[in-house]
Every structure is written in structure tokens, then in C-alpha cells.
């Protein structure tokens, strides 16, 4: 496999970090979002992590160049019909990706392979979208935050995914020193069904909006369980909102299962705007 031209659609959190880390392995990549603020606000901050970079001599000015050649931001109507790899990275809501997605199997050339980063939909339920040429070339790559750092990307395979392309994927990612991991086919995949628990049983036990004992859970976690992050502060970097999506279509998907149930502290934070990191203001508070 040989995968040289990426679109990366969805400019926000993880469409940033992806997008970042294809320039970095000197691949071409065109960005896209539906907010042209969000798309500035995403080249500049993914130029002043290469910068920060070059600094700390982690890469050259040389490579730096070169990648910021390599990345571009664009409308959909402007990336390349032709391009190997589209990568959906756009709000965690069923309706809206598989309405981009039948606009993006018609735009995009038959050989080109559209994948989701979906936290938690089954790439099955996505792919319904597409055409029944393209479901062979429709597959899940989840990517976790930062993107550029960290190195495992589940591989999921849908009904109609060829097995062939799975196996063409987790060769390339995995000689570009990311962890690959094929996944079946169900809501949350791997990580993202047992992490529910990380964050919902310290919800329950916090109960309420308290910081003090939200420190005292994550200093407990990370202390004796051995976790980098403790879960409230994993939260936060990920996004109230997205989580809770997440938390809410796994739910549904387990037939309403109690393990895996929202907390109300989720929704109310998202109702205040409390997004975590990216609004300042989460379980903890960002300056
Ligand atoms: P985000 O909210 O940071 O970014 C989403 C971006 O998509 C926004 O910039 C928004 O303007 C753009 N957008 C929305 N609708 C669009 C459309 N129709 N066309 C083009 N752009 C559109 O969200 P985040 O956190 O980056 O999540 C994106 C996806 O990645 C979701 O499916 C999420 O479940 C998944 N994910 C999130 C992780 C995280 O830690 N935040 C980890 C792994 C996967």
C-alpha cells in the first residue's frame, strides 16, 4: 500500500492531530471543515506545534518546510478527486456523517478508501451510507488524542470491507510506528467500550461537581492504578461533549445497559458549554 494523497475531514480536535501526524510522515494532506474559523485556528496551531518542535530539536527546519508545503486547508469541493485515504473527523452524530459520506462516495474516485474516526458508531451503520462498490473500501481507523502522539489506531472491518485492505492498512501503520489493532465491528470498539467504565464509575463515585474530589480520584488512579491521566482530567482532553456522545451511543447501543449509562453531571456540563480543555473550562479550569 502506498498511501500518498490524505483528506482529512473535520479540522477540530483529532482531524487536526490526524492531519498533523499524515504531513509528518510526509504525506499530502488537504483539510477540510465546514468553519472556515476553525480551519484557520487549526493550521496555525498545528504550525506552532512544529515550530515548538524544531525548537526542541524533535524535527528540522528542513523537515519543517516540507510539511508545512504539505499541508493544505480547502474546501470539499477543491481537495483532489483522486486522493488514496479520506478520513472523517467531524461531529460524533450518525445522521450527519453518513450524509457527508454519500456526498463523499460520489465526489471521490472509485479507488479512493473513505474511513471514519468514529469513537463509537459500528463502521456497519456508517457504511449503509455509501454505494455497494465503495463498502469495500469503507472502513473504520480510530485514532486517539493527540493524535500525533499516540500510537495505537484501531482497524475496524465492516461487513463488506475487503480483509485485504485491513491487512494493507495494518502493515502500513505499523511501519510508520503506530500500534495498529483490527477491531470488530461494534460500538466502541476495543478501548472505547472498556474506557466507559473508567469514566463512569468515578463519575458516580464524585457524584457532584467537586473539584476536591475529583483531584482525589484522578491523584488515586494515577498514583496506584498507574494511569497517565486520571479520568476527569482524560475528560477534559478529550471533550465533555464528545464523551458524552460517545457515552450516550454506546449506551443506546447495549440496549440501555446500567454499566454503561450516562451521568447526569455529563449532560449538565454540556448544556453549560463546559467542553473541557477547548472552552477552558471543564471539570478543572484551563488559563
Ligand atoms: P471537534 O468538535 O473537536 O471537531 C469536529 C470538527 O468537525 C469541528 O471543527 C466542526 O466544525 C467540524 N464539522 C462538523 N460537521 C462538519 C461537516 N459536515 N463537514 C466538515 N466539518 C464539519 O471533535 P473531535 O473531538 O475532533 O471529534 C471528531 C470525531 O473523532 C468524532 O467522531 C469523535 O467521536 C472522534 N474521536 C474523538 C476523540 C477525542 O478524544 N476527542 C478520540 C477519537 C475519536
Not at 154 to 179: G, P, V
Not at 194 to 208: C, K, M, Q, S, T
Amino acid at each position: 500500500m502506498n498511501l500518498q494523497r490524505i483528506v482529512v475531514i473535520g479540522a477540530g480536535t483529532m482531524g487536526s492531530g490526524i492531519a498533523q501526524w499524515f504531513a509528518q510522515q510526509m504525506c499530502y494532506v488537504e483539510l477540510v471543515d465546514n468553519s472556515e474559523a476553525q480551519l484557520k485556528k487549526a493550521l496555525t496551531d498545528i504550525h506552532a506545534s512544529w515550530d515548538k518542535l524544531v525548537e526542541k530539536e524533535k524535527l528540522t527546519s528542513c523537515q519543517v518546510i516540507q510539511m508545512k508545503k504539505l499541508l493544505e486547508t480547502k474546501s470539499l469541493r477543491k481537495v483532489s478527486k483522486d486522493s488514496d485515504l479520506v478520513i472523517e473527523a467531524i461531529i460524533e452524530n450518525l445522521e450527519i456523517k453518513r450524509s457527508l459520506f454519500q456526498e463523499l462516495d460520489q465526489y471521490f474516485s472509485s479507488k479512493t478508501i473513505l474511513a471514519s474516526n468514529t469513537s463509537s458508531f459500528p463502521i456497519g451503520l456508517i457504511a449503509e451510507a455509501v454505494s455497494v462498490e465503495r463498502k469495500k473500501r469503507f472502513i473504520g481507523l480510530h485514532f486517539f488524542n493527540p493524535a500525533t502522539i499516540m500510537k495505537l489506531v484501531e482497524i475496524i472491518k465492516a461487513t463488506e470491507t475487503e480483509a485485504s485492505l485491513c491487512d494493507a492498512l495494518y502493515e502500513w501503520f505499523d511501519s510508520k510506528e503506530k500500534k495498529p489493532a483490527l477491531s470488530k465491528d461494534s460500538p466502541g470498539f476495543i478501548v472505547n467500550r472498556v474506557a466507559r467504565n473508567f469514566y463512569g464509575e468515578p463519575l458516580r463515585i464524585a457524584e457532584r461537581d467537586d473539584e476536591e474530589r475529583m483531584k482525589e480520584i484522578d491523584r488515586v488512579l494515577k498514583e496506584v492504578g498507574g494511569f497517565k491521566m486520571g479520568p476527569f482530567e482524560l475528560m477534559d482532553l478529550i471533550g465533555i461533549d464528545i464523551n458524552y456522545s460517545v457515552t450516550c451511543s454506546v449506551w443506546e447501543a447495549y440496549k440501555q445497559e446500567p454499566r454503561f449509562a450516562p451521568h447526569k453531571l455529563q449532560k449538565q456540563m454540556v448544556d453549560e458549554k463546559r467542553f473541557g480543555r477547548k472552552t477552558k473550562r471543564g471539570f478543572y479550569k484551563y488559563d
